[in-house]
């Protein structure tokens, strides 16, 4: 089956520098969806790309479509300790909504 | 408004017995997505329902089931329970599908199930 490679697994970052987790596939992705999960919490929905070499910003994160639509990227600048958790990535293809997700990058921020 | 919640919070059961959660979606909310989370494999997606149909359905044994009623609310039940179905259980709902391009989805806190 399809399988989404996250990277990397874990990140420490000192707080003021940025931070970029990837998502890649073998196989071309219909769209891929980006959730953070804080620790003890559930997956809070962060946003879809659908497009290729689509790219969108939302304040301090930048997410980023690959234009063969086989890769995918979080960028957050000037990490702040409220953003630390589980960055996932889950992506579908062939036409339907059966996402994979990977495995999460888990971002600590040192004060 | 009230977001997506999710019943039992917890719930501790025996192998071989069954089990059945419950979800409510955000009001005029109609798609209704099933998630199962664990240490060992992560986040994996079970099924997806809409207007009381199952549009998807992802890699899990017939033991996993599922049904959406009309007033868009959700149950998912699970058969001859194993120790491997201990797991964090996750109701999603979107007011839009998928393929909308205003697509967004809201978990529920999930109901953390243990199968001793």
């Known amino acids: 089956g399809q399988q989404v490679m996250q990277i990397p697994q874990y990140q420490h970052v000192q707080e003021g520098e940025d931070f970029t987790t990837y998502c890649n596939s073998s196989?071309?992705?219909?769209?891929i969806q980006w959730y953070k999960q804080r620790p003890g919490g559930h997956p809070v929905f962060l946003i879809q790309l659908v497009k290729s070499g689509e790219v969108k910003k939302q304040k301090r994160l930048t997410f980023q479509f690959g234009e063969a639509k086989k890769n995918s990227s979080l960028h957050i600048t000037a990490t702040q300790t409220t953003d630390v958790g589980t960055y996932f990535c889950a992506a579908s293809s062939g036409g339907s909504y059966i996402p994979t997700f990977g495995r999460g990058t888990s971002l600590i921020v040192h004060p | 408004k009230a977001g997506v919640t999710q019943t039992p919070r917890y719930l501790i059961k025996t192998r071989g017995q069954q089990v059945t959660l419950s979800c409510s979606p955000i009001?005029?909310?109609?798609?209704v997505s099933w998630y199962q989370q664990t240490p060992g494999q992560g986040l994996q997606f079970l099924f997806e329902?809409?207007?009381?149909?199952?549009?998807n359905k992802g890699n899990f044994p017939g033991r996993f089931s599922g049904r959406q009623f009309s007033n868009s609310r959700s149950e998912m039940n699970v058969s001859t329970l194993e120790l491997g179905d201990s797991a964090l259980y996750l109701c999603a709902s979107s007011l839009v599908p998928w393929t909308a391009s205003s697509y967004e989805q809201y978990f529920g806190p999930g109901t953390r199930l243990t199968v001793t």
């Open positions: 329902y809409f207007s009381e149909t199952q549009r």
């Open positions: 196989t071309t992705l219909s769209n």
């Open positions: 009001s005029g909310h109609r798609s």
